[in-house]
């Protein structure tokens, strides 16, 4: 299983990006799929989840700026992020759950300027 994320740029305070994250390889129906994020000098943190069936969890300082999705023909999950803030500024990491195994792609670079 290979996971690339990719939409990772800079931006200015209040604007948007979109990620994607693809991935190939045996991918099954049942899955999860999440995008977390790590910035300098902190661990990394879950940013929002979306399972296979469309449920999803974002994390407090996202809620109601990011949306996740997920197209499961293609195996793509997306993050649209709006109003970004300077402290949205991490690296940006997609991560794939199935069967108990957690896979992780590597990170796309998201700076949020003021």
């Known amino acids: 299983v290979q996971l690339q994320a990719s939409g990772g740029g800079l931006v200015q305070a209040g604007g948007s990006l979109r990620l994607s994250c693809a991935t190939s390889?045996?991918?099954?129906?049942?899955?999860?799929m999440s995008w977390y994020r790590q910035a300098p000098g902190n661990q990394r943190e879950l940013v929002a989840g979306?399972?296979?069936?469309?449920?999803?969890t974002y994390a407090d300082p996202v809620k109601g700026r990011f949306t996740i999705s997920r197209n499961n023909a293609k195996n793509t999950v997306y993050l649209q992020m709006n109003s970004l803030k300077p402290e949205d500024t991490a690296v940006y990491y997609c991560?794939?759950?199935?069967?108990?195994?957690?896979?992780w792609g590597k990170g796309t670079l998201v700076t949020v300027s003021s």
């Open positions: 979306i399972t296979s069936t469309g449920s999803t």
């Open positions: 390889g045996s991918i099954r129906s049942i899955n999860t």
């Open positions: 991560k794939l759950d199935q069967r108990a195994i957690a896979y």
